[in-house]
């Protein structure tokens, strides 16, 4: 049921964490460093956790401590939105490949319950929305495409809600 102006389900369904997420290659163990590395993303306080080695699922968590906790005790909504912010896009360009530009378009996210613990997301990108992809677009053309992700807590309550719009073209 949406009851929100920006259509997010405000009574979301409960969302189990994935118990045995796809395995993770050498070179995506040296981008999901690379990524807890990077200033920008550093400074939200959040982690990358796994990323698929085919870039199909990763996972990051938003850990409530100082650097995450606002004035009145819970997890920074600038936190929640910079974890995240650039994870779909980053997904969407390693499975599509340099024949496709993609950049983040809009983002609404729905604060649903406060967050007084660690926080995580899981973000799947299907064989399928790719392959829809590819097959809808040719040279030169471009589409926008929406993703939704949650944020939950390690029992699966959902805490926020963001649906991303992301742009997409093909170059050749």
Known sequence: MSDSPTGVDRDPD???????????????????????????????GAR???????????????????R?????????GGSIYGAIDPVYMMMLRRVLGDRFTVW??????????PGRDTLYAEFDLSTRETAAIREALGPGESTDREYLVSLVD???EVHAACEKTLYVRRDE
């Open 14 to 44: 409960p969302r189990p964490l994935r118990e045995d997420p796809p395995a993770e290659s050498r070179r995506t163990r040296l981008w999901r460093l690379g990524f807890n590395l990077m200033p920008a993303y550093r400074g939200t």
């Open 68 to 76: 995450t906790r606002n004035a009145v005790g819970t997890v920074f």
């Open 48 to 66: 990358v956790d796994h990323i698929a080695a085919d870039w199909r699922y990763v996972r990051i968590r938003v850990p409530l401590n100082w």
């Open 104 to 113: 983040d378009k809009s983002a609404a996210l729905e604060f649903i319950e």
């Open 154 to 156: 390690e029992g699966g």
